[in-house]
């Protein structure tokens, strides 16, 4: 959806990368580097980005951080419209709120950080039907054209768990 829109595949992964989670931020090296692409192009699509009131920059030491601009009128827009490209809401919709009591779903691993790799981690908290969750799961994975990896943890397990899960590292898809 999104490339047929966009055409700079390199401009994708920008927004990928900070519209999926608002926390991420970057420099214009590790971004290149990342993306597998010279740090010319990216440095092109973040200055335009950035004209277009997109993204954010501050110096740090002697480079520049770049993050998305949460104060752009635009960008509740392009969260959701990144959120329906990486099939977040389809997820929530399909997997999330049949499956028990679910007190907490999270986004974690390459997705949380802005990474399109195809797998997406969920972790699920609660009282969850493990066997409706795996049909789920299945239906899911043909509607978001993606792998989905869930754990599933207990109210207690994810007390002991939470610690390590830094607020960077993930997504809060739903709290009950």
Do not use: C
Not at 11 to 29: D, E, G, Q, T, W
């Amino acid at each position: 959806m999104l490339d047929s829109l966009i055409t700079s595949k390199t401009r994708i992964k920008l927004l990928l990368k900070f519209f999926s989670n608002s926390s991420n931020s970057a420099y214009l090296r590790g971004l290149a580097e990342e993306f597998g692409e010279s740090t010319n192009s990216v440095r092109v699509e973040l200055n335009r980005l950035k004209e277009a009131g997109l993204l954010e920059s501050r110096p740090s030491g002697n480079t520049i951080l770049y993050r998305a601009n949460t104060k752009s009128s635009l960008f509740p827009d392009i969260k959701a419209m990144v959120g329906k490209y990486l099939g977040f809401d389809r997820l929530v919709e399909q997997v999330i709120e049949r499956l028990g009591e679910v007190e907490l779903a999270l986004i974690t691993g390459d997705y949380a950080k802005g990474k399109d790799s195809g797998i997406i981690d969920l972790v699920l908290v609660g009282t969850i039907d493990n066997e409706l969750l795996h049909g789920y799961i299945v239906k899911a994975e043909k509607l978001i054209n993606r792998k989905v990896r869930p754990l599933v943890l207990t109210k207690e397990e994810y007390k002991k768990f939470n610690g390590k899960l830094e607020k960077e590292s993930h997504i809060v898809l739903w709290v009950k």
